[in-house]
């Protein structure tokens, strides 16, 4: 069977709703999990919940960045099912899908927007291992009670590009970490500590 023929959301409209709405809840309480059932068929490298995102939040109007490790499946699907335009060049991008944040690509290579049009950033959609067993952060800012302890697997090299993009708000990036049954939303608000 062709990737380009990989079927999307079983039922377009309520699937894409239903995710629309769950990465919405996971943007307002940054750090909590947040799970979803929808019906998709995601190609190669991409888990269900990052291919159900990609079909809510892409369209024929916006430009994706792919991490290039990403295989060439991804980029098909995409392109089929969502008719978006890619680009090599990540700070080009409205959308950038990644697999490995350890890689040379920092966040300053993404647009932040500006402060005129700061909704003019890239949102990231990052693939990672688990939600826990990492490095223990606290998380703080709109939508968290207090503080949130954190430890999701991602490079320590993350932390300090993260400082860098909460203190440009309104300028910067917001971010979900995907899991395979979850998704945590980090907006450009949230502060780290720790």
């Not at 959301?9 to 309480?29: G, I, M, P, Y």
């Not at 940054?30 to 939040?57: I, K, Q």
């Not at 490790?69 to 060049?89: E, M």
Request: charged residues 15%; glycine residues 8%.
């Amino acid at each position: 069977m062709s990737v380009a023929i990989l079927p999307g959301f079983q039922n377009a409209v309520h699937d894409a709703q239903r995710t629309f709405r769950s990465l919405l809840e996971a943007l307002s309480h940054p750090g909590r999990p947040y799970s979803f059932r929808v019906e998709v068929t995601a190609p190669a490298g991409l888990t269900p919940l990052c291919a159900a995102a990609c079909l809510a939040l892409v369209d024929i109007e916006t430009v994706v960045w792919l991490q290039p490790s990403l295989p060439i499946s991804v980029r098909d699907w995409l392109r089929f099912h969502t008719g978006c335009r890619f680009t090599a060049d990540p700070s080009g991008a409205d959308f950038a899908v990644i697999t490995d944040l350890s890689s040379e690509v920092g966040l300053d290579a993404f647009s932040w927007g500006s402060a005129e049009y700061p909704e003019k950033s890239t949102t990231l959609l990052v693939q990672i291992e688990a939600l826990s067993g990492g490095e223990v952060k606290r998380l703080s800012g709109p939508g968290i009670l207090e503080s949130l302890s954190f430890s999701p697997c991602l490079p320590a090299r993350f932390w300090p590009q993260w400082h860098k993009n909460t203190a440009a708000y309104p300028r910067g990036l917001d971010c979900f970490l995907f899991t395979q049954d979850a998704v945590v939303g980090l907006p450009r608000t949230t502060h780290v500590h720790g």
